[in-house]
């Protein structure tokens, strides 16, 4: 088993900045990968990024590209996620999980925090 647990969100004017954190703790050794999705009311879970812990190869989709980024810190088995420029438009709970291989497919991951609470004000 794993835990996840997010934090880091909040409510902030659009251009703003947050940044999210995700930790995971228990058997981490069987996950490779660490994935932030996003579900905005009466939509899907939408795929955000993903980042790999051994090599710490990011991946994002096309509407967070350059302007979120995601990074690790090993030691503390903790994935964040630097939101930059926010939108109205990314105003959702914002999720982590934690997988064995990267997908942008939320079915892939096997292990799932809470999630936590974006807001952005125009």
């Known amino acids: 088993q794993v835990q996840v647990v997010e934090s880091g969100g909040g409510l902030v004017q659009s251009g703003e900045s947050l940044r999210l954190s995700c930790a995971a703790s228990?058997?981490?050794?069987?996950?490779?990968?660490t994935g932030w999705f996003r579900q905005a009311p009466g939509k899907e879970r939408d795929f955000v990024a993903a980042?790999?812990?051994?090599?710490?190869?990011?991946y994002y989709s096309d509407s967070v590209k350059g302007r979120f980024s995601s990074s690790r810190d090993n030691a503390k088995n903790i994935v964040y996620l630097q939101m930059n420029s926010l939108k109205p438009e990314d105003t959702a709970v914002y999720y982590c999980?934690?997988?064995?291989?990267?997908?942008?497919?939320?079915?892939?991951?096997?292990?799932w925090g809470q999630g936590t609470q974006v807001t952005v004000s125009s």
């Open positions: 980042i790999t812990w051994k090599e710490g190869l990011t």
């Open positions: 228990g058997r981490t050794l069987d996950s490779f990968v």
């Open positions: 999980a934690t997988g064995t291989l990267y997908s942008d497919d939320a079915r892939e991951y096997d292990y």
